[in-house]
């Protein structure tokens, strides 16, 4: 902690800027999503560490970290840009209305995402908003039959198409209990095809050249998780969304290849007028929200 404070002026446009880098730990990434320059990104960065008197990044050739004082800022920076969209909204006289279709991965059905959603409907109470929960795969085919406006999922490779939310890895997760015999098959637990999750499942086993057979399919992440903690077998899951009663299972112990990451990311249809506006509205909220968005629930 620094032992003198500025106490300068906290831009909006530096918060956003601030939030992005925090939530991909990445300059590059960070610049990407907001359509800046990465100049431009470091320039906004190193004003609001002027503002606030501290550093809020360690930044070197490995990567980027939060300091102590930067993760302080994460809570106060979603605070200030909430409250100032709430004003602008009330001085502009406008009240954002019309239907929202929106779509959201399974993987988050066990997260703090209905918190935010809620947090966005008492804000909207006008905003009819539409939620449909699948797999990924077919969330993009929803989309662009034109059946949503807005969706969260994850992406088959990075160069997909989609506003990145946040990156994560890979991993193989079940119950501790678990014990599994490499000279056998992998006892899987997947979602039905198109899953993307299944598919990176099947390709790195099959690349590696070890035997499979499915235990369970489920198009429900509850589902799937009631057959790991049964015991049944193993699954791949996005790491920071391990589901309370699961451990992460080490691949080398269980003779296991690596998955590799994954990116999930928010993809917009081609809405118009006011459900333009309310899904613009919505995905603020949604990367405003940071790591609140993937934190899993407590069992």
Known sequence: MTAARMGGVFEPVQLRT??????????TQAARRL????????QHVRRLEEAAGCRLFLRDTHGVELTEDGEAM?????????????AAGFFAGTRLR???RFGVSEDFVLTRLPEILAAFRQEHPEVDLELTVELSGILHRMLDAGQLDLCLA??????????????????????????????????LIVFPAPGITRARALEVLER???????????A?????VAAARAGL?????????????????????????ELGGVDFVLLHGAPRGAAQEAAAALSRALLAAGDTLHRPLEA
Request: charge should be positive.
């Open 18 to 27: 601030f939030l992005a880098v925090a939530q991909t730990l990445s300059f």
């Open 220 to 224: 429900s992440l509850s589902g799937l």
């Open 35 to 42: 359509e800046l320059r990465q100049s431009t990104v470091s």
């Open 233 to 257: 077998g193993v699954m791949a899951h996005a790491r920071s969304l391990v589901p309370a009663g699961l451990v992460r299972l080490p691949p080398r112990a269980a003779g296991l290849p």
């Open 98 to 100: 019309g239907r929202l």
């Open 154 to 187: 994850k992406r088959s490779g990075p160069d997909g198409p989609g506003q990145l939310v946040y990156q994560d890895t890979l991993v193989w997760i079940g119950s501790e209990r678990l014990r599994l015999d490499p000279r056998r098959p992998v006892p």
């Open 208 to 218: 590696q050249g070890r035997t499979w057979r499915v235990v369970c399919t489920s």
């Open 74 to 86: 994460l809570g106060f920076a979603r605070t200030i840009l909430a409250a100032n969209e709430r």
